[in-house]
């Protein structure tokens, strides 16, 4: 008897009292004077008082071996309680309900005009939630519990060593690999195995309480625009995820969005033109090139600057007008990563400050 594969050897005394007899091709089946004695003894509980006599949970198992001295004959159980099953219908219904039955109403908050006002950039970059790093192999663990403390305390880092400049606006960026995977398989948008914490309904959740939790905190310090930067784990799973995002604030006043699948957004503050990506496309030195054709801004803004995701790591390179910026990731270093090499730099959750008229004049980390 194997109750982990949920295959169990019946012996004959069951088997008798189903009233299963073989048949001409050697098939257990239910002989026609049993049937109403099978229905009683569905009633009365006895086919599972005889399988808790031959240590069986008759529910739990669908299929049954029905043994006797000649024969060894697998059926199916009569009783089996199949588990519930949660597909993308179900999750689809659970969301949606939540969406009607919680769409909270903000109340707006009334700004003063402020003098040296300046925009705050809340950018935590490549979050995977769902990631799996294991101490034992890496010399780090890193999973959903530690993601979000990270990117909690990262963001409260950054307001912290931000509360002495007179902000008027925050510009905060979501997406970029906000989950590590984009399907019940485990794997990236483009099928890549990973590694995973957590179930893929369960990190979407999380992802979303996470996101919902930073911006009614960025609310009390200023306006705040949100831009969704899609990325290469989570390419619809990111999207959806924005979206839901973007619907739940949908009575705030105090919060506009940017949630399109455009690989490259672009934000105007002041003099300030600021371009965001995941950077996993277009090349780093054609950024700003695109940003100027596609961006109506271009010939307005002194002070020009892109941000970008992907890396894991700091770099930062003007190219002529354009500055352009890899941010650091809190997440932390899984097997392919530190099998490859690629780890040790620095974790972090970073933002930066942008003066209306001199463009980016502070950068801020919140390192771990």
């Known amino acids: 008897m194997k109750d982990g594969n949920k295959r169990f050897h019946i012996k004959d005394n069951l088997a008798i009292m189903l009233g299963l007899t073989l048949n001409e091709n050697k098939n257990y089946r239910l002989s026609p004077e049993k049937q109403i004695e099978l229905q009683k003894l569905r009633a009365n509980n006895g086919i599972l008082d005889a399988c808790e006599n031959v240590g069986v949970n008759a529910e739990n198992a ?108 925050v510009l905060f960026v979501i997406g970029n690999d906000i989950l590590h995977i984009d399907n019940p398989k485990r794997t990236t948008t483009s ?7 957590g179930i893929w309904h369960s990190n979407f959740l999380i992802a979303k309480q996470l996101y919902i939790d930073i911006i009614e905190k960025l609310i009390c310090v200023a306006d705040v625009h949100v831009v ?91 190219y002529m007008s354009v500055c352009v910026e890899a941010l650091r990731s809190p997440s932390g270093t899984d097997s392919w990563h530190h099998r490859n090499g690629y780890e040790h730099a620095p974790k972090a959750v970073e933002g930066f400050i942008h003066s209306k008229e001199h463009g980016q004049i502070a950068r801020i980390t919140h390192l771990f």
């Open 62 to 169: 669908p299929m049954l071996w029905l043994k006797t001295k000649h024969e060894s004959v697998r059926v199916t159980n009569p009783l089996f309680k199949a588990p519930e099953q949660l597909n993308y219908e179900l999750l689809q219904k659970s969301l949606l309900s939540d969406l009607k039955d919680y769409s909270p109403k903000y109340n707006a908050y009334q700004r003063e005009t402020l003098k040296d006002a300046n925009l705050l950039v809340v950018d935590p970059a490549d979050i995977h939630i769902g990631k799996l790093c294991s101490a034992f192999e890496v010399g780090e663990s890193y999973d959903n519990q530690i993601a979000v403390s990270r990117v909690l305390n990262g963001v409260n880092g950054v307001l912290d060593k931000t509360s002495s400049f007179n902000i008027d606006k």
């Open 191 to 197: 099928g890549t195995p990973q590694d995973t914490d």
């Open 228 to 318: 969704f930067n899609p990325s290469n784990h989570d390419y619809t799973n990111g999207f959806f995820l924005a979206q839901v995002i973007e619907t739940h604030f949908k009575n705030c006043e105090n919060v506009t969005f940017d949630c399109s699948i455009s690989h490259r957004k672009y934000f105007v503050y002041g003099q300030n033109l600021i371009g965001t990506t995941h950077g996993d496309g277009a090349k780093t030195q054609d950024l700003p090139l695109l940003m100027a054709n596609e961006s109506k801004d271009w010939s307005n803004c002194k002070h020009r600057y892109i941000y970008l995701h992907h890396f894991h790591h700091k770099v930062a390179k003007d």
